[in-house]
């Protein structure tokens, strides 16, 4: 027979059990717990309440009076702290725009106070409602009456549950073709299985939380027959809405055709409904319900001090819809700028300008063969053109500098592109109403398109449409840098491409500008920005006033505009002119080019009279032979031979007599024509007096 354990043997004794230690069972127990058995106990009366608070839904009464003072607590700052914190931000962004930092200034004075009015009415209405809720508790209290306490904590019950109520989880059924609880859902998702049974669109402007806009969303494409499955990222923006969704098939284009429908079922006005295809997931789009101005908030043009930036550094020049800063750098760009009349081609091409003419290794020329060009920025520009002589001469000039430039770049070791410095400026030739121009400087400006981005010659060419029509030619969309405003949709297509419309370049649905309305004028598409992605993506150009920009066009006067090298100079007259199947006009210097164009002489230029005339005169003959120096005596050969009735009575003293003032006494030469170091002058020094 076995020995029986020690629990289970009879104890003979006069004590109680419950007066012995606790057998080795106990001892067990807790050894395995790790407890005493006290907390087990503990353990197990919590569980027993915890199913107990389950089954009389405590949890989701709590959880819809901790809802329930979120919604309150929005409600009451309803959205103001954020907008009063853009309008901050949007004032530091516009700091030496005292025009745009006084209306921000006034924006915020009048949202700080509709935050105040509203804070002070919202705590009325509440303090109304929770004195009403308060005052039949009394009552019942006061009373006595168990019938009315027991009603009243039954209802506070009931209100709490149903507003607790979990309805963010999905159902169990799959989603996505995958089980419900191994979706991965973006940041607040919504998708098809959230709708509630038998919803129906409504305005989004009912819409009071992030989740009721999504379901907004969500309901208004299934009624369009959009093929959506999901929304997600929906933000509440000083403007509207905005928020990322996905469609389950096709491409987000189905949003793009069916974006007038959706403006009808969202309560919008025309071009609300502005989507953003995402380059990076093809099945995706930003979308933004677009209920106020977008940029109204957008900082103004930055100052920029005469020669303190590079044409090589970017620059902000807009604001996106999303806020996000517009910056470019206009080095070795070649550009073209599209608007229809009121669109604000010019506002766009000043603050191009406003840009190269604030740059110390840049020089700004304009060409308008019909209007003002860059009008309020005269003063910055180094050439101003404005006749088909002066246009075509400058286009010419330019075009023989690329190509001098070309031949330059391996002498001077910058490699396969000119190198830009204050010592080697860059060129930027801004082109108004193209299509206005003559034949010739149309051609000169197509061949300046195809080789000056490496000589750091470039050429922005604006025009109020884009086919070619206008152009002339179909090179749309051979230019790297295109901007876009308010034109036909051919534009567009002619621009960005034939599926650009269906991509989401819309700047074919904005709005031109009338007399007492500026509606879209300023806002475009832009494309080829360097060091940005190409998406479309609506900005605002940064407005700028007449005044500000005539005031910094003079500071940049009064600081010197910059001057082409001497080296690139000199090299012009030593090219070819090129084969265009035209008449060319004859090729000028740069002095003679500022002459033709009435620019000011560079700075130590000789002034107007007969000591110029002879300087002038000493730089051609000595290009024309191809040489850089010349003695003194074979130089007054030279010049009788270039003007006998002016050069034949002058002697060799008589030439210095006429050249020191301005030139100086004959140099040395070094060896020259078998002689060991003769005097005379030099073709740079002649050419830097003029």
């Not at 700091?95 to 006034?106: I, N, P, S």
């Not at 229809?340 to 010019?346: F, L």
């Not at 400026?425 to 108004?432: A, E, K, R, S």
Request: proline share 6%.
């Amino acid at each position: 027979m076995a020995t029986p354990l020690y629990e289970d043997r009879r104890h003979l004794t006069l004590v109680d059990d419950a007066g012995l230690p606790p057998s080795p069972s106990v001892y067990k127990e807790q050894a395995e717990t790790g407890r005493p058995a006290w907390i087990e106990s503990a353990r197990t009366v919590a569980a027993r309440t915890n199913r107990i608070a389950n089954l009389t839904l405590l949890p989701h009464t709590v959880r819809g009076y901790r809802q329930l003072g979120r919604r309150w607590v929005e409600r009451f700052h309803d959205d103001y702290p954020q907008m009063i914190a853009s309008t901050n931000r949007a004032i530091r962004d516009a700091a030496g725009d005292v025009t745009q930092e006084a209306r921000l200034k006034d924006h915020r004075a009048q949202l700080r106070e509709e935050y105040r009015r509203h804070r002070l009415t919202y705590t009325g209405k509440t303090a109304g409602v929770a004195g009403a809720v308060a005052g039949g508790v009394g009552f019942g209290a006061v009373t006595g009456s168990l019938w009315v306490d027991l009603v009243a904590a039954l209802g506070a019950w009931g209100f709490g549950a149903f507003h607790g109520r979990d309805r963010s989880e999905p159902d169990a059924e799959e989603a996505l073709g995958l089980p419900a609880e191994e979706v991965v859902r973006g940041h607040g998702s919504v998708t098809l299985d959230d709708l509630p049974e038998g919803a129906k669109p409504f305005p989004i402007r009912r819409a009071e939380t992030p989740q009721q806009a999504a379901i907004c969303v969500l309901l208004a494409m299934v009624a369009e027959g959009v093929p959506v499955v999901e929304v997600w990222d929906m933000e509440r923006q000083p403007w509207g809405w905005q928020c990322k969704v996905r469609v389950g098939e096709n491409t987000p284009e189905a949003i793009i055709a069916k974006a007038g429908g959706l403006e009808t079922r969202f309560d919008l006005p025309t071009n609300g409904v502005r989507p953003q295809p995402m380059a990076e997931r093809r099945a995706c789009a930003i979308l933004r319900l677009v209920e106020g101005d977008p940029f109204a908030t957008a900082p103004g043009m930055p100052y920029r001090a005469p020669k303190s930036i590079s044409i090589t550094e970017k620059s902000r020049l807009g604001t996106s819809v999303g806020g996000d800063a517009l910056e470019a750098s206009f080095a070795g760009v070649m550009g073209l700028v599209v608007a229809a009349s009121g669109g604000g081609k010019t506002g766009m091409l000043q603050a191009i300008g406003e840009i190269t003419t604030a740059c110390y290794d840049n020089i700004t020329i304009d060409l308008d063969p019909h209007g003002d060009g860059l009008e309020d920025l005269g003063d910055a520009v180094r050439i101003t053109a404005r006749s088909h002589e002066q246009i075509e001469a400058v286009l010419l000039f330019l075009l023989m500098l690329s190509k001098a430039r070309a031949r330059l770049r391996k002498k001077l070791g910058m490699g396969k592109k000119w190198k830009i410095s204050k010592e080697h400026p860059h060129i930027t030739v801004i082109f108004d109403e193209f299509p206005k121009a003559s034949e010739l400087a149309k051609r000169l400006a197509f061949e300046l398109l195809n080789v000056g981005r490496k000589e750091a010659v470039t050429l922005i060419l604006a025009s109020q449409g884009a086919t070619t029509l206008y152009l002339g030619q179909n090179i749309a969309q051979m230019i790297a840098f295109k901007a876009v405003g308010p034109c036909k949709v051919g534009d567009t297509r002619a621009v960005f491409g034939d599926d650009s419309v269906r991509e989401g370049w819309l700047p074919h649905k904005l709005s031109p500008a009338t007399d007492t309305d500026p509606k879209d004028a300023g806002h475009v598409y832009v494309q080829g920005v360097p060091g940005m992605a190409d998406e479309p993506v609506e900005y605002a150009i940064h407005p700028a006033l007449a005044e500000a920009l005539r005031k910094r066009a003079g500071e940049r006067h009064e600081a010197g505009l910059v001057e082409p090298d001497q080296t690139s100079l000199l090299a012009v007259p030593g090219v070819d002119l090129p084969d265009i199947g035209m008449e060319l006009p004859k090729l000028l210097t740069w002095e003679q080019l500022l002459r033709l164009c009435d620019a000011e002489p560079a700075d130590g230029a000789a002034a107007e009279g007969p000591a110029r005339t002879v300087i002038e005169d000493a730089v051609a003959v000595m290009e024309k032979r191809g040489v850089d120096r010349m003695k003194t005596e074979v130089l007054l050969l030279a010049l009788r031979g270039h003007d006998p009735d002016t050069y034949t009575p002058m002697t060799v003293d008589e030439l210095k007599a006429l050249l020191k003032p301005l030139a100086g006494a004959p140099v040395t030469l070094g060896q020259l024509d078998g002689e060991q170091n003769p005097r005379g002058f030099k073709l740079s020094k002649l050419v830097s007096l003029l």
